[in-house]
């Protein structure tokens, strides 16, 4: 079984985001990056797939030279190799998924793993628009409240699950008021969710064999896909500030303030 797995470049949550005062974007000095988090949920994801069903996961990323950071990580988490699609311009969410299209027709994976949502654009659109530029079906935010650590644990029905045949995966997704299982034909598309498992940590091993696996590099143009944004962004800016709030000393002064000052409760 054949695994592709996304992984963007993102700034790291921890850190403090500052809106340019021109509003044409964030400040990037000092900033730290790191794998979108949910992109990491779905290597773990392939890399659980692959240990039980055999195959391989290829992890892709699009961006410039400093996106090979992040396919690093995951090879060294363990994915065998990885594809960079070398491209600096701005790029859209059908920008994105036309060229993961691209790869995914020359790699022909059974499945495509991406995260639900990149923490930096918050678009939850590329998994869609790829399950549709290629035709397969598609299952999004992925997921199941269950942690893999104990016997008891790993005994419970996975929420990704292949089909005997190979021929389908059988997904729980998280939507509003619960959970949904759908089954879905292979190739399909799948999103994660996260809950749906906990990455693990890159060993030093790990790490160190990450150094000599390969990364194809592609471009725009070697694929022959038009990345000529549709959607711009105009400007940004940051949220109002909040007003400063106060500590009150007990319980009842809370519930006091909560009735009379501001009229919740
Ligand atoms: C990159 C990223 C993406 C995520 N995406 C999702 C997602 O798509 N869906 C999802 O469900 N979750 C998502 N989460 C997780 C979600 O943000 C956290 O799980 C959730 O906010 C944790 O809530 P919490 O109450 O445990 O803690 P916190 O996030 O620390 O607190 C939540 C709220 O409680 C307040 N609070 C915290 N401590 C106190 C205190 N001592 N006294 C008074 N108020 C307090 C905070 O001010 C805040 O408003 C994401 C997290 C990350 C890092």
């Given at each position: 079984?054949?695994i592709l797995v996304t992984a963007k470049?993102?700034?790291?949550?921890?850190?403090?985001?500052?809106?340019?005062?021109?509003?044409?974007?964030?400040?990037?000095?000092?900033?730290?990056?790191?794998?979108?988090?949910?992109d990491?949920?779905g290597v773990?994801?392939g890399?659980?797939?692959?240990?039980?069903?055999?195959?391989?996961v290829v992890v892709v990323s699009i961006g410039?030279?400093?996106v090979?950071?992040q396919l690093?990580?995951a090879?060294?988490?363990?994915a065998?190799r990885a594809v960079w699609v070398n491209?600096?311009?701005?790029?859209?969410?059908?920008?994105v998924?036309?060229l993961l299209q691209k790869v995914a027709?020359k790699e022909?994976p059974?499945?495509v793993i991406l995260?639900?949502?990149?923490?930096?654009?918050?678009?939850?659109?590329v998994?869609?628009?790829l399950?549709?530029?290629?035709?397969?079906?598609?299952?999004?935010?992925?997921?199941?409240?269950?942690?893999?650590?104990?016997?008891?644990?790993?005994?419970?029905?996975?929420?990704?699950?292949?089909?005997?045949?190979?021929?389908?995966?059988?997904?729980?997704?998280?939507?509003?008021?619960?959970?949904?299982?759908?089954?879905?034909?292979?190739?399909?598309?799948?999103?994660?969710?996260?809950?749906?498992?906990?990455?693990?940590?890159?060993?030093?091993?790990?790490?160190?064999?990450?150094?000599?696996?390969?990364i194809e590099e592609l471009?725009?143009?070697?694929l022959?896909?038009?990345?000529?944004?549709?959607?711009?962004?105009?400007?940004?800016?940051?949220?109002?500030?909040?007003?400063?709030?106060?500590?009150?000393?007990?319980?009842?002064?809370?519930?006091?303030?909560?009735?009379?000052?501001?009229?919740?409760?």
């Amino acid at each position: 079984m054949k695994i592709l797995v996304t992984a963007k470049r993102v700034e790291d949550p921890e850190s403090k985001i500052k809106v340019k005062p021109d509003g044409s974007g964030i400040v990037q000095e000092g900033l730290k990056y790191k794998i979108n988090p949910f992109d990491e949920i779905g290597v773990e994801e392939g890399l659980r797939l692959v240990a039980k069903h055999g195959g391989e996961v290829v992890v892709v990323s699009i961006g410039g030279k400093e996106v090979q950071e992040q396919l690093r990580h995951a090879l060294a988490m363990g994915a065998t190799r990885a594809v960079w699609v070398n491209h600096t311009g701005p790029l859209d969410q059908m920008g994105v998924a036309g060229l993961l299209q691209k790869v995914a027709e020359k790699e022909k994976p059974d499945l495509v793993i991406l995260g639900k949502q990149a923490i930096d654009d918050d678009q939850n659109q590329v998994g869609q628009y790829l399950a549709e530029f290629l035709g397969w079906g598609q299952a999004t935010f992925a997921s199941k409240v269950e942690s893999l650590e104990s016997e008891q644990e790993k005994n419970k029905v996975p929420a990704l699950q292949m089909g005997a045949d190979n021929k389908s995966v059988r997904v729980v997704r998280e939507v509003d008021n619960g959970l949904a299982t759908l089954e879905c034909a292979l190739p399909a598309v799948v999103t994660t969710d996260l809950r749906l498992n906990l990455p693990r940590y890159a060993s030093l091993p790990g790490i160190m064999k990450a150094k000599s696996k390969p990364i194809e590099e592609l471009t725009p143009a070697k694929l022959s896909v038009d990345v000529t944004p549709k959607v711009q962004v105009l400007k940004m800016a940051s949220p109002p500030p909040r007003k400063a709030g106060i500590k009150v000393p007990d319980v009842a002064t809370l519930v006091e303030k909560l009735r009379n000052e501001a009229k919740v409760v």
